[in-house]
Each structure stands twice: as structure tokens, then as C-alpha cells.
């Protein structure tokens, strides 16, 4: 079948998002076919420079804005400002995720914008919401993973550390932007129904609070069995995870490895189940270590219990699941060819694929300018020259 343009084909983004905390849901809604204009400061996305790098191209920075535009202006600048506010004029929706308050002081924050655009859809991602004492706190992922409780509910103390884990990774940025995401594309589905517009407060402690349910709960209310750590146990060469979460799969378990005593001695529907849990996992390790990863897994997954052998990254994206799917990309930042996953949102009947392409700091500034603001390219070399506009090519 034939796919149809994307699902938010038509629509004009301006992206002043940094990092990753913002530009990876534009980056989703460029993957639906939006036009998504980066507006970058005349340094650059700050993870531009981030590593890893070769030939002055970051391809993290890349796989966060393939199938964007950039248009690079000192927003310091009072021509740059109206430049923008002509730009806003012919946009659908503004994202930002500056501190409270920046976009404010530039002359472009919600209150500036919708004077010149009402029905603008105008959402804004920072650490801790837009209003409110901890408002103007910088902040983030690993600032938020901590001061949310991630950290010490998630990664909790093992092994016998004497401090806390603090995962050198950018969870609450990706949900963050990803429900930003999803709060822009519901406001654009309102304002198709009323005309209205419609103001977005995404704060990364929220999101990351919200999925914490079970440590907020457990923390109101007695638990009648505690939750068992699902970590790993040792292989002959690695490590596997196993989630015998129902009896079904407790059941299926222990017959794929040939103990179904087990199911007696440790019952896992008691309020021993804590305990009887390290129990099984410890009888358990004594089966995987005389085994392989690939073999413990083949047995337990075909027995019926979900599972998992621990994979590197790398591997786990050249997988036969991964290839059936389609789910890895190539994509050219001009340094050269680099692989990334697929857009994660799979629309069976409209186009939804990242663009195969990344933007040089500045290198769609005449295009923009001409097609949605019809300049002509004398005015547009006369903004650079001014020193309003940039390019990394200049």
C-alpha cells in the first residue's frame, strides 16, 4: 500500500530547543513531516561539539536533528528579534527549552509571540516547570534523575556501593521532549476543532515523578510483598534477565530448566516473595553458569518466560528483529555516512521515517527566508553582512 504524506505534513515548526531536552521531539515531529526550522545562536547547538566527532561534525548531534532546517541568528540583536517575530507569523507551532525567563527577556516569550500569531501553540521544556520557587534552577537529566528520586528508587544501592548510581544518561531529556511531542500534536488536534491556541508547560521533575507510580505509592501505603530486584544473573559468558512476573511464567520457567520443584519451595505469591525470590534467582545462576547467554535464553524465551541475555548497544541494533523492520538508518551530516535507529513512530499508513539528512549551523538561512517570508537574496545578504544572520560556511 501506498503511504500518504506524513501526519504533520503542512506543519511549520521554529525549534529553540538545545541539547537533547526538546530538540529529539521536534526531531519526532520532522520524522512525521513537519518543517522544523532549528534557530540556532551563532555558536551553534551546544551538542554540536559533543562527542564522539570527526571532521568537525558531531553525529550525536546528528541522530537529534536529522530532517531539520537551520537558520543561525544573534537573538541579542533587535533585528534578529523582529526577523523571528516575521517568521513566527507563518509558524504553527514555537518550542524552546531556554531557562524560564530567557525567551522572555529576548522579546519572544508566549506573551510576545501570540501578539503577532494568536493561535500559536507555543511549548516550553525546562527542569522544573515554568513558574514556581525552583523555576529558574538549571538543570539536566542527571540534576533531575537525582532530585526526582530516580536515582535512589531506580538505580537504588547495589553491590555494596556506598553512594548513589547516577547513569551518565539523558532519560528525562528524551521523555521530556517526546511528551512535549505528544502535548504539541494534541494541541494541534484542538486547535483544528476550536481555532484556539494553546500555551505547553512540560517539566522534566513532573515526567520523571510520573513514572515513578510504584515508588510514590509504595511510599503512601503498606506493601503487602515487596517488589524483588529484577537484576541479572551470571552466565558461563554474561548475563540474563528473567521477569517471571505471573504464575504462568513462574510455571514456564522452572519446567524450561527442568526444576518444577522449584514452583514448592519458593513460592512467589507470599509475602516471603522478597526473599524466595533471591532464593530462585540464586538456584537459578547455579543452572545459567554452566550455560551460555544464547543458550539460557533460547531455552527460557521457547519455555514460555520472558527473558533477555544483556546485549551492547551496537549489538542490539543488528539483530534479525532490527533487520525485518527496517529499524536501522543511514544518514549523511556532510563529514560522511553514520547509522542511527529509526523514528520509533511507525504510522502504517502515512510516511514517517527520519530525514536522511542534518543541518549545517545556518545552512537553510536563505531558503527559510525565501519560502516563508518571500525574501529576496539581497536582502538576505544584507542581513549577513550586518552581522544579524550566520552560517558556518561564512
Known amino acids: 500500500?501506498?503511504?500518504?504524506?506524513?501526519?504533520?505534513?503542512?506543519?511549520?515548526?521554529?525549534?529553540?530547543?538545545?541539547?537533547?531536552?526538546?530538540?529529539?521531539?521536534?526531531?519526532l515531529m520532522a520524522d512525521l513531516g513537519a518543517e522544523v526550522v532549528k534557530v540556532e545562536p551563532p555558536t551553534g547547538d551546544l551538542l554540536r561539539g559533543a562527542p564522539p566527532r570527526r571532521d568537525?561534525?558531531?553525529?550525536?548531534?546528528?541522530?537529534?536533528?536529522?530532517?531539520?532546517?537551520?537558520?543561525?541568528?544573534?537573538?541579542?540583536?533587535?533585528?534578529?528579534?523582529?526577523?523571528?517575530?516575521?517568521?513566527?507569523?507563518?509558524?504553527?507551532?514555537?518550542?524552546?527549552?531556554?531557562?524560564?525567563?530567557?525567551?522572555?527577556g529576548f522579546g519572544l516569550g508566549y506573551d510576545d509571540i501570540v501578539k503577532h500569531k494568536p493561535d500559536i501553540i507555543y511549548a516550553s521544556v525546562s527542569g522544573y516547570g515554568q513558574h514556581g520557587p525552583s523555576s529558574g534552577w538549571a538543570a539536566y537529566a542527571p540534576i533531575i534523575h537525582a532530585a526526582s528520586g530516580y536515582d535512589l528508587s531506580v538505580l537504588s544501592y547495589q553491590d555494596g556501593l556506598d553512594k548513589p548510581l547516577n547513569g551518565a544518561n539523558a532519560t528525562a531529556d528524551y521523555l521530556a521532549a517526546s511528551l512535549a511531542m505528544g502535548a504539541v500534536t494534541a494541541a494541534l488536534l484542538k486547535r483544528e476543532k476550536t481555532g484556539l491556541g494553546e500555551e505547553i508547560d512540560i517539566s522534566m521533575m513532573e515526567v520523571m515523578q510520573n513514572i515513578l507510580a510504584y515508588e510514590i505509592q509504595e511510599q503512601q501505603f503498606k506493601v503487602e510483598r515487596e517488589r524483588p530486584n529484577y537484576g541479572p544473573v551470571r552466565t558461563k559468558d554474561g548475563y540474563l534477565i528473567v521477569n517471571p512476573i505471573s504464575p504462568k511464567n513462574f510455571s514456564d520457567l522452572v519446567h524450561a530448566v527442568g526444576h518444577p520443584e522449584w514452583l514448592e519451595q519458593y513460592p512467589l505469591n507470599t509475602s516471603e516473595r522478597k526473599n524466595n525470590w533471591a532464593l530462585l534467582m540464586a538456584e537459578l545462576e547455579k543452572w545459567t553458569l554452566e550455560r551460555s547467554s544464547v543458550e539460557c535464553e533460547a531455552i527460557i524465551r521457547e519455555g514460555g518466560c520472558p527473558c533477555s541475555r544483556y546485549q551492547e548497544v551496537w549489538e542490539s541494533m543488528h539483530g534479525a528483529q532490527v533487520d525485518i523492520r527496517e529499524g536501522v538508518v543511514e544518514i549523511d551530516d556532510g563529514a560522511g555516512p553514520f547509522l542511527i535507529p529509526t523514528t520509533p513512530l511507525r504510522l502504517m499508513h502515512s510516511e514517517a521515517k527520519p530525514g536522511l539528512t542534518v543541518p549545517a549551523l545556518g545552512g537553510d538561512n536563505l531558503e527559510v527566508l525565501q519560502s516563508w517570508l518571500g525574501l529576496s537574496r539581497a536582502e538576505i545578504s544584507e542581513f549577513e553582512q550586518s552581522g544579524l544572520l550566520f552560517s558556518e560556511n561564512q
Request: hydrophobic fraction near 40%; proline fraction near 5%; aromatic fraction near 6%.
Open 56 to 104: 568537525r561534525k558531531s553525529p550525536y548531534f546528528g541522530q537529534i536533528n536529522c530532517g531539520k532546517k537551520s537558520i543561525s541568528v544573534d537573538l541579542k540583536n533587535p533585528g534578529a528579534v523582529a526577523l523571528i517575530l516575521k517568521l513566527v507569523t507563518r509558524a504553527d507551532v514555537v518550542m524552546q527549552n531556554f531557562r524560564p525567563g530567557v525567551m522572555r
Open 1 to 27: 500500500m501506498e503511504k500518504t504524506a506524513g501526519a504533520l505534513s503542512g506543519v511549520r515548526v521554529l525549534d529553540f530547543c538545545g541539547v537533547v531536552a526538546g530538540p529529539f521531539g521536534t526531531r
